[in-house]
Protein backbone atom coordinates (compact mmCIF):
# COMPACT_ATOMS: atom_id res chain seq x y z
CA UNK A 1 0.00 0.00 0.00
CA UNK A 2 1.17 3.65 -0.78
CA UNK A 3 0.26 6.42 1.04
CA UNK A 4 -1.07 8.98 -0.63
CA UNK A 5 -1.55 13.02 0.29
CA UNK A 6 -2.43 16.13 -1.48
CA UNK A 7 -3.89 19.64 -1.18
CA UNK A 8 -6.59 21.63 -2.81
CA UNK A 9 -8.39 24.90 -1.87
CA UNK A 10 -11.69 25.23 -0.97
CA UNK A 11 -13.13 28.81 -1.47
CA UNK A 12 -12.99 30.47 1.96
CA UNK A 13 -16.75 32.01 1.80
CA UNK A 14 -17.90 28.37 1.39
CA UNK A 15 -16.39 26.70 4.31
CA UNK A 16 -20.10 25.69 6.09
CA UNK A 17 -21.20 24.26 3.56
CA UNK A 18 -18.45 22.16 2.02
CA UNK A 19 -18.43 20.73 5.61
CA UNK A 20 -22.10 19.99 5.72
CA UNK A 21 -22.01 18.57 2.27
CA UNK A 22 -19.40 16.29 3.41
CA UNK A 23 -21.05 15.20 7.06
CA UNK A 24 -23.05 12.62 5.11
CA UNK A 25 -21.56 11.55 2.00
CA UNK A 26 -23.66 9.27 -0.67
CA UNK A 27 -23.50 5.81 0.40
CA UNK A 28 -22.80 5.14 -3.91
CA UNK A 29 -19.89 7.44 -3.48
CA UNK A 30 -18.30 6.05 -0.66
CA UNK A 31 -18.99 2.50 -2.04
CA UNK A 32 -17.07 3.57 -5.68
CA UNK A 33 -13.86 4.75 -3.84
CA UNK A 34 -13.74 1.92 -1.53
CA UNK A 35 -14.17 -0.59 -4.59
CA UNK A 36 -12.01 2.06 -6.64
CA UNK A 37 -8.90 1.16 -3.78
CA UNK A 38 -9.56 4.48 -1.94
CA UNK A 39 -8.58 3.18 1.67
CA UNK A 40 -8.17 4.74 4.64
CA UNK A 41 -8.94 8.17 3.25
CA UNK A 42 -9.70 11.58 5.54
CA UNK A 43 -10.24 15.27 4.33
CA UNK A 44 -8.83 17.82 6.68
CA UNK A 45 -9.90 21.61 6.41
CA UNK A 46 -7.68 24.56 7.53
CA UNK A 47 -9.97 27.22 8.20
CA UNK A 48 -8.23 29.40 5.28
CA UNK A 49 -9.83 26.84 2.93
CA UNK A 50 -6.86 24.50 2.84
CA UNK A 51 -7.84 20.99 2.51
CA UNK A 52 -5.41 18.36 2.80
CA UNK A 53 -6.32 14.69 1.86
CA UNK A 54 -4.77 11.32 2.47
CA UNK A 55 -5.44 7.72 1.85
CA UNK A 56 -3.96 4.36 1.22
CA UNK A 57 -3.94 2.61 -1.83
CA UNK A 58 -2.05 0.20 -4.01
CA UNK A 59 -2.09 2.32 -7.49
CA UNK A 60 -3.39 5.62 -7.23
CA UNK A 61 -3.42 6.40 -10.90
CA UNK A 62 -5.45 3.30 -11.22
CA UNK A 63 -7.76 4.39 -8.13
CA UNK A 64 -8.58 7.72 -9.83
CA UNK A 65 -9.10 6.28 -13.50
CA UNK A 66 -11.60 3.86 -11.47
CA UNK A 67 -13.62 6.94 -10.04
CA UNK A 68 -13.53 8.59 -13.23
CA UNK A 69 -14.98 5.94 -14.66
CA UNK A 70 -18.24 6.08 -12.14
CA UNK A 71 -21.35 7.88 -12.94
CA UNK A 72 -21.83 8.64 -9.59
CA UNK A 73 -17.97 10.34 -9.29
CA UNK A 74 -18.69 12.50 -11.87
CA UNK A 75 -22.35 13.73 -10.46
CA UNK A 76 -20.48 14.17 -6.89
CA UNK A 77 -17.55 16.46 -8.57
CA UNK A 78 -20.53 17.94 -10.62
CA UNK A 79 -21.84 19.27 -6.84
CA UNK A 80 -18.50 20.24 -5.16
CA UNK A 81 -17.29 21.99 -8.49
CA UNK A 82 -18.52 25.01 -6.92
CA UNK A 83 -16.68 25.15 -3.78
CA UNK A 84 -12.95 25.09 -5.76
CA UNK A 85 -11.99 28.05 -8.40
CA UNK A 86 -10.25 25.29 -9.93
CA UNK A 87 -13.23 23.63 -11.07
CA UNK A 88 -13.33 19.90 -10.93
CA UNK A 89 -12.11 18.91 -7.47
CA UNK A 90 -10.27 15.26 -8.88
CA UNK A 91 -8.81 17.39 -11.27
CA UNK A 92 -7.10 19.71 -9.32
CA UNK A 93 -5.31 17.46 -6.55
CA UNK A 94 -1.73 18.72 -6.06
CA UNK A 95 -0.08 15.68 -4.86
CA UNK A 96 2.46 16.39 -2.28
CA UNK A 97 5.97 14.01 -2.55
CA UNK A 98 6.49 12.16 0.94
CA UNK A 99 9.85 12.93 2.48
CA UNK A 100 9.90 11.36 6.23
CA UNK A 101 7.85 8.52 7.11
CA UNK A 102 8.57 7.11 10.95
CA UNK A 103 7.76 3.67 10.63
CA UNK A 104 9.71 2.82 7.17
CA UNK A 105 13.02 4.94 8.78
CA UNK A 106 12.72 3.29 12.13
CA UNK A 107 12.25 -0.23 10.11
CA UNK A 108 15.48 0.64 7.22
CA UNK A 109 17.61 1.47 10.50
CA UNK A 110 17.51 -1.70 12.54
Do not use: I, K
Amino acid sequence: MHRVCFTLQVRPDRLGEYRRRHAPVWREMLEALRDAGWHDYSLFLREDGLLVGTLLTDDFATARAAMEATEVNARWQAEMAEFFDSGRPDHAMHVLTEVFNLDRQLHHNR
